[in-house]
Nanobody, 124 residues
Framework: QVQLVESGGGFVQAGGSLRLSCAAS????????MGWFRQAPGKEREFVAA????????LYADFVKGRFAISRDNAKNTVYLQMNSLKPEDTAVYCC?????????????????WGQGTQVTVSS
């Protein structure tokens, strides 16, 4: 089992920035990939970014390239999502997830454990 706890969400005006954190605990040595997903009201959950624990390779959704950056701190078992130039359409609940096998993936099916999520609200 792996437990994931997100933090750092909040309310921000358009153009602002937030940094989300996801702290992992439990069987973290078996975790291979960490991903961020988001879900807006009335919409399906969508992939945002992913990072590989070992090599640090990253994968991004097209809509966040150049604005968001995912990073990791292996010593702290924590993954971050730096979000800049936020837009009202970025408003959503952001969740982190971990995959116990494979490489970076955009598919929710490839992730085994999920956090509860943190709300991000961007006003216009």
């Amino acid at each position: 089992q792996v437990q994931l706890v997100e933090s750092g969400g909040g309310f921000v005006q358009a153009g602002g920035s937030l940094r989300l954190s996801c702290a992992a605990s439990g069987r973290t040595s078996s975790s291979r990939v960490m991903g961020w997903f988001r879900q807006a009201p009335g919409k399906e959950r969508e992939f945002v970014a992913a990072i590989n624990w070992s090599g640090g390779s990253t994968l991004y959704a097209d809509f966040v390239k150049g604005r968001f950056a995912i990073s990791r701190d292996n010593a702290k078992n924590t993954v971050y999502l730096q979000m800049n130039s936020l837009k009202p359409e970025d408003t959503a609940v952001y969740c982190c997830a971990t995959a116990m096998r494979g490489g970076n993936s955009r598919s929710t099916d490839d992730y085994d454990y999920w956090g509860q999520g943190t709300q991000v609200t961007v006003s216009s």
